[in-house]
C-alpha cells in the first residue's frame, strides 16, 4: 500500500506539464474549499476549476476497473466508497460555484490538458463562474 501514489503520479504530471506548457498556472493537490478536507490534482483558484485525474482501479473506471481476486468484499467496498466520496466532493464543490472536471487515467492527456485550458481561459473570461 505504500508504494500507491495518491499525487504525481505519471498521467498527472503528464497532463499537468501540458497545461503549464499553454502559461497557465494552478495549484497542485490543493484543496478548492478549505473547509472541505479533499484536494484536488489541480486547483485554478481565481477561475474555481478543480481538476481530477482518477485511477482506473482506486475510482472504478467503468472500462478498466476488475475487481479483486484477493479480498474482494474489502477492496469493492472501498473503491465504491471512493465513488461515492468523488460524487459528494463535485456536487460541494459545485454548489460553492466551482467547475469539476475528471478525466480517468487512461486518457490521452493532450486531450486533457486541451478541455482544462478552454475551461479555465472560459471561466476566466466570465469572471470565476
Same mark, same amino acid.
Given at each position: 500500500?505504500?508504494?500507491i501514489r495518491s499525487r504525481? #503520479?505519471?498521467?498527472?504530471?503528464?497532463?499537468? /506539464?501540458?497545461?503549464?506548457?499553454? +502559461?497557465? /498556472? %494552478? /495549484?497542485?493537490? &490543493?484543496?478548492? *474549499?478549505?473547509? *472541505?478536507? =479533499?484536494?484536488? $490534482?489541480?486547483?485554478? /483558484?481565481? &477561475?474555481?476549476?478543480?481538476?481530477?485525474?482518477? +485511477?482506473?482501479?482506486?475510482?472504478?473506471?467503468?472500462?478498466? %476497473?476488475?475487481?479483486?481476486?484477493?479480498?474482494?468484499? %474489502?477492496?469493492?467496498?472501498?473503491?465504491?466508497?471512493?465513488?461515492?466520496?468523488? =460524487?459528494? #466532493? $463535485?456536487?460541494?464543490?459545485? @454548489? &460553492?460555484?466551482?467547475?469539476? *472536471?475528471?478525466?480517468? @487515467?487512461? @486518457?490521452?492527456?493532450?486531450?486533457?490538458?486541451?478541455?482544462?485550458?478552454?475551461?479555465?481561459?472560459?471561466?476566466? *473570461?466570465?469572471? +470565476?463562474?
Amino acid at each position: 500500500m505504500q508504494a500507491i501514489r495518491s499525487r504525481d #503520479t505519471k498521467p498527472e504530471q503528464e497532463i499537468r /506539464r501540458l497545461v503549464h506548457a499553454r +502559461g497557465l /498556472r %494552478y /495549484r497542485v493537490a &490543493a484543496r478548492p *474549499l478549505p473547509e *472541505l478536507r =479533499r484536494t484536488a $490534482d489541480m486547483v485554478f /483558484r481565481p &477561475a474555481k476549476v478543480a481538476v481530477f485525474i482518477d +485511477g482506473c482501479y482506486w475510482h472504478g473506471c467503468p472500462e478498466h %476497473y476488475v475487481p479483486p481476486k484477493t479480498n474482494p468484499g %474489502y477492496w469493492s467496498e472501498k473503491v465504491a466508497g471512493n465513488v461515492n466520496r468523488d =460524487r459528494d #466532493t $463535485d456536487q460541494q464543490l459545485i @454548489e &460553492a460555484g466551482w467547475l469539476v *472536471l475528471r478525466f480517468w @487515467e487512461h @486518457e490521452p492527456a493532450r486531450l486533457c490538458a486541451d478541455k482544462i485550458a478552454a475551461a479555465v481561459v472560459q471561466r476566466r *473570461l466570465r469572471g +470565476g463562474h
